[in-house]
């Protein structure tokens, strides 16, 4: 049976998730206690298994104010069925375009294999990042925007060929009354006053890839000669976001098992000028830099610091942006976005340097996962098909699970890497995305209650 509700304490909080509706309630320890046995039908058993503990009157008023909320539908509320837009044919809302199978770093944790995705190293022609555009353009059908993110390797690597499909993509916009929006990912090294003014110039997104402090992004981000870039890529960064007025990007970082200090990492970049972050945990196999399940406990500890210093930060005036902490807790994705989550594979798709279709990103390399290419099309009709129907509850491990709606399922590449079958999650990074989702609903809860007292 789903759970649908969820209850727990992050920081001293006690706080109650309906899993259906999305809603969350603040809520005090008597309440806490009796949603151990309320079911929303057996008020006399609550009474029956507190009274020693709570005085009557108040269990029965506190049932009455639960069963209030399960008349507006926020607690206990009704099963998510699934859309029928899952049973239809899927349009491409996005791709990410791998314009160069190279880079100039030698990150230890790529999963890219230092860039070359296993593979020679390549750039994309602009050749086969124009036909792209235009393979994207014949397959989104009515939709209006679409996104196209530039990825690599490093994709200032092949500057040349970014700036044609740029071109490219402003051409068709005109011709076809598209709208898109481009992002490009990039290490910084090679982010010169030349590339600020045409990302700036072209409204082009980007995502700046930085570890934290200088000795965490050194020992896991050196040079190709194997020598630390933090004191080189730092001040790119800072000049390409005051540039662009501190909008329009935001900072990611990855921590490993050598720095589950990350909180000081996450403090490091905010206090190095950027408002705008994120930091992930490594995803790696038989790696020393691995995280593993005996390290959840720690970080779960650290995630609690981390809410700590982000609230402390918020009430001292110099409050930053942090991806995970932020979720809208009124108005949350549409179910179809909360059943599938990124959509790929059939709404999303990767472009190898050649021309070939993946999944994602991180399936580029991966050939059992080849879909087809932008000049024949979808040849391989079965995964796309596959992962249309991959949701949530088409998972076994997460049709039950409380935080199905807010994860999505999980990331596909992740599943498949540990367990051969993107419908098995990978375990260690479920349980730091549940320990996460507590971290920013229980944010989330504190920031609007402070909003509404002042």
Request: proline letters at 3%; charged letters at 30%; one cysteine or more.
């Amino acid at each position: 049976m789903s759970e649908k509700i969820h209850k727990f304490i992050q920081n001293g909080m006690y706080i109650l998730l309906d899993v259906n509706s999305g809603a969350v309630h603040v809520i005090d320890k008597m309440i806490y206690d009796i949603m151990d046995t309320f079911d929303g039908t057996n008020d006399d058993d609550v009474v029956l298994s507190l009274r020693d503990k709570y005085d009557e009157a108040e269990l029965r008023e506190a049932l009455s104010e639960l069963h209030e909320l399960i008349k507006i539908k926020e607690l206990f509320a009704p099963d998510i069925d699934v859309p029928p837009t899952f049973s239809d044919i899927g349009i491409v809302k996005s791709l990410c375009l791998m314009v160069a199978h190279d880079c100039n770093l030698r990150c230890k944790y790529c999963f890219a294999d230092t860039g070359d995705f296993g593979g020679g190293r390549e750039l994309m022609s602009a050749e086969v990042g124009e036909r792209a555009i235009d393979y994207l353009i014949e397959h989104m059908g009515h939709r209006i925007h679409s996104e196209v993110d530039f990825f690599g390797g490093e994709p200032l690597m092949n500057m040349p060929v970014v700036r044609r499909i740029t071109e490219h993509v402003r051409k068709r916009e005109k011709e076809t009354g598209k709208v898109f929006k481009l992002t490009l990912t990039t290490n910084g090294l090679m982010l010169n006053e030349e590339n600020r003014k045409f990302f700036n110039d072209n409204n082009i997104s980007l995502v700046l890839s930085l570890d934290g402090r200088k000795e965490t992004h050194d020992r896991m981000r050196p040079d190709a000669g194997w020598h630390g870039t933090y004191d080189r890529v730092l001040p790119n960064f800072q000049k390409m976001v005051a540039s662009r007025d501190g909008k329009n990007y935001y900072l990611r970082g990855t921590y490993t098992k050598y720095n589950l200090d990350f909180t000081d990492d996450v403090l490091s970049m905010a206090d190095a000028g950027f408002d705008i972050l994120s930091i992930e945990p490594v995803v790696a196999k038989d790696m020393p830099y691995a995280i593993g399940e005996s390290d959840l406990p720690r970080i779960y500890e650290e995630y609690d610091r981390l809410v700590e210093a982000y609230l402390a930060r918020h009430r001292e005036g110099k409050g930053f942006f942090f991806f995970h902490f932020n979720m809208d807790l009124s108005n949350g994705p549409c179910v179809a976005k909360r059943l599938a989550g990124c959509g790929a594979g059939h709404e999303y798709m990767a472009v190898a340097a050649n021309g070939d279709l993946y999944p994602c990103h991180q399936f580029v390399g991966r050939e059992r996962y080849r879909l087809g290419s932008v000049f024949e099309g979808v040849t391989d009709d079965k995964w796309p098909e596959y992962f249309r129907h991959s949701h949530v509850l088409n998972k076994e491990k997460c049709r039950d699970c409380w935080a199905r709606f807010f994860c999505s399922g999980g990331c596909h590449a992740n599943a498949d890497l540990f367990h051969d079958d993107i419908r098995e999650p990978y375990e260690v990074g479920c349980a730091i995305q549940k320990k996460r989702l507590e971290c920013a609903l229980m944010v989330q809860a504190v920031l609007a209650m402070e909003k509404e007292q002042s």
